[in-house]
């Protein structure tokens, strides 16, 4: 699960048309609390029901859009619900771009791992090594490996929770913000040293492995991701954030603020962010993890890597979960931006996939992990458990 710590309030509960609920949870017309829980289809379980319940109920909770594909073998289905905007009230279409927030890291983390093959960059060696500020600036209390960045293990502290404070989200969602100004925001943060430093998510790790991509190549974090991923696998709706206006299809965010709703379709500090910074869609998601599963983006041995280690839930820029159809896993990422949760998974040979986008429903900013992306985590493993 995304863990940064700005995130949006529990799902809006009430039984009305989408438009009655967005301007009830507006108005605070509405009840806070989680969605009722999913009753599985009688068996065997269809996957397309599960999905199709549990998107209609999140419309009904408030949410403006949800979008989902998945790839089982040589089948494949699409579907989309509600709407791209709450202004023009268009259609919602399954190919519309979304924000998907922390999936960012997964293909930072494959730029990153191009550089160890080409032998540029050691895994085990200092983050210090290819990013000299990093210790002036961020303090460590002890030396901190890149591998240590890819799986947050270094303990420092997210600077995403400043980055969206209520008091201080129109200032995000205008003004843009460098990494370098993001890494020195979490060098203002106590970073508190450890016996052993276990698993702590944190979006300051890949801000700064973003930087060490920039520093090694000479390019923005966005070239390097269209060279090394987006060009060969031709994602069509992939792009990282850029000054400007977002892509005319691009379905939109909402939070609430000050009890109005509130259009955060392009914030500006997620602009080149590789901590989050990422549009694309499910469809494109699906194509990127499955290319990397079957070694199309890696070498087979650092695919492997990607996926240690075995007793860990976070790999190298991927989670896992349990696949029970084949005792193994499944890999991928989950997003949660303001406005938008996502969840991309596999199996490990690539063949069965399952992504899913959500424009949230309109709801404040507040702490901890939106329970709408917790509950899209349970359902699309349970999906894609049910086809075995």
């Known amino acids: 699960m995304s863990m940064s710590r700005i995130r949006t309030a529990a799902i809006f509960r009430c039984a009305a048309p989408l438009g009655a609920l967005v301007l009830a949870a507006a108005l605070g017309g509405c009840t806070l609390g989680p969605l009722p829980p999913v009753e599985p289809p009688a068996s065997p379980v269809s996957y397309r029901a599960m999905l199709d319940q549990f ?5 009904d909770a408030g949410a403006p859009a949800v979008l989902v594909q998945v790839r089982v073998g040589s089948d494949k289905w699409s579907q989309s619900y509600g709407v791209r905007d709450l202004a023009s009230r268009a259609t919602a279409e399954v190919s519309g771009p979304v924000h998907v927030g922390n999936v960012t890291k997964s293909m ?3 730029a990153v791992l191009k550089l160890a093959e080409e032998g540029v960059l050691q895994l085990d060696a200092p983050a210090s090594a290819y990013l000299p500020q990093f210790d002036p600036v961020l303090h460590p209390p002890e030396s901190v490996s890149v591998r240590q960045l890819l799986q947050h293990r270094s ?7 400043p980055l969206f404070d209520p008091a201080t989200v129109r200032q995000a969602l205008t003004q843009g913000v460098g990494m370098p100004e993001l890494l020195a925001m979490a060098g203002r943060m106590p970073w508190e040293r450890r016996l052993a430093q276990g698993f702590e998510y944190s979006d300051s790790n890949y801000i700064a492995l973003g930087m ?9 974090i966005g070239d390097v991701i269209r060279t090394d991923i987006v060009e060969p696998l031709d994602l069509s709706a ?3 954030t850029a000054p400007g206006p977002p892509p005319s299809s691009m379905v939109h965010g909402y939070i609430t603020l000050d009890g109005q709703p509130l259009d955060v379709t392009y914030p500006a500090a997620q602009i080149g962010n590789a901590a989050l910074g990422m549009v694309s869609n ?7 993890y499955r290319a990397l599963l079957q070694n199309k983006l890696l070498q087979p041995a650092t695919t492997k890597e990607m996926q240690s280690p075995p007793y860990a839930k976070y790999g190298l820029g991927v989670f896992r979960w349990n696949d029970l159809c084949t005792n193994d896993f499944y890999y991928g990422h989950t997003g949660d931006v303001p406005g938008y949760g996502t969840i991309a998974l596999a199996s ?10 959500v424009a949230y429903p309109p709801e404040p900013l507040l702490a901890g992990v939106n329970p709408a992306l917790q509950e899209m985590e349970t359902i699309a493993v349970d999906a894609l458990n049910s086809t075995c």
């Open 55 to 59: 998107s209609k109920r999140l419309l």
């Open 108 to 110: 930072v983390a494959v």
């Open 155 to 161: 303990g420092m502290p997210s600077v995403s929770g």
């Open 212 to 220: 060490i991509v920039e520093r090694i190549r000479g390019r923005p």
């Open 238 to 240: 992939t792009r990282m």
């Open 282 to 288: 499910v469809a494109d998601l699906n194509s990127f």
């Open 348 to 357: 490990a040979d690539g063949t069965r996939q399952l992504a899913m986008a």
